[in-house]
């Protein structure tokens, strides 16, 4: 596709509920990264994949998040038993990986999630 | 941990030439300096990028000293459309890329 695309770009849910958030990275690029933005506050790194493999699982607040990523391509994050803490835009950003290249992400428009 | 601090906010009105400065004093070898731009509601958006010295582009400068340890990102002439949070970024390609908290520009007429 042209760009990344995240889905549901809204998604509100009850407490408890698990909900999953889905990233469409650029064709061709091979690196894929989300993060967590709330409310007027800055970009939280939460994971990052090279290829189908997580190098750095670091940013994954607690153990009801986890990524995975297929077919080196289509990338969820999932969150168990949502918390209002949750309520935030998911931002998720591809990156391609080729000899020299210096990383730039491009992002998607994020996923809001609300957790009433 | 964020490799990276900039101010919180910053003031500008209209045409001025507007100055942001980052510091990254562990910055690593294969590091590369990377400013993007975010607007409400909108995911960030690259803008420029560098190792060091001075790199141009059609919307931005980037100025990276000889010891990399900062970098000054300049507007120039900004206009109220300019006004937006702009995140400083070290890092390269195979890393784990953490924003800072970034800088609120606020263009006023």
């Known amino acids: 596709g042209a760009g990344v695309s995240q889905s549901p770009s809204n998604k509100v849910t009850e407490k408890g509920k698990d909900v999953e958030l889905r990233c469409d990275p650029i064709?061709?690029?091979?690196?894929l990264y989300w993060y967590r933005q709330s409310l007027g506050q800055g970009l939280e790194f939460l994971i990052y994949f090279q290829g189908n493999s997580a190098p750095d699982k670091s940013g994954l607040p607690s153990d009801r998040f986890s990524a995975e990523r297929t077919g080196g391509s289509v990338s969820t994050l999932t969150i168990q038993r949502t918390q209002q803490e949750d309520s935030a835009v998911y931002l998720c950003?591809?990156?391609?990986?080729?000899?020299?290249?210096?990383?730039?992400?491009?992002f998607g428009e994020g996923s809001r999630l609300t957790v009433l | 941990l964020a490799k990276t601090t900039q101010p919180i906010s910053m003031d500008s009105y209209e045409g001025q030439e507007v100055n942001i400065t980052c510091s990254h004093n562990n910055i690593a070898t294969n590091d590369y300096i990377t400013w993007y731009q975010q607007f409400p509601s909108q995911g960030p958006r690259f803008i420029i990028q560098?190792?060091?010295t001075k790199v141009t582009n059609e919307v931005a400068s980037l100025f990276i000293p000889a010891d990399r340890k900062s970098s000054t990102l300049s507007l120039p002439r900004v206009s109220l459309s300019d006004t937006a949070v702009y995140y400083c970024l070290a890092g390269g390609a195979g890393t784990a890329l953490i924003f800072g908290k970034g800088t609120t520009l606020s263009v006023s007429s």
């Open positions: 064709s061709g690029h091979t690196a």
């Open positions: 950003a591809s990156s391609p990986r080729m000899a020299g290249y210096t990383g730039e992400l491009f």
């Open positions: 560098g190792y060091k």
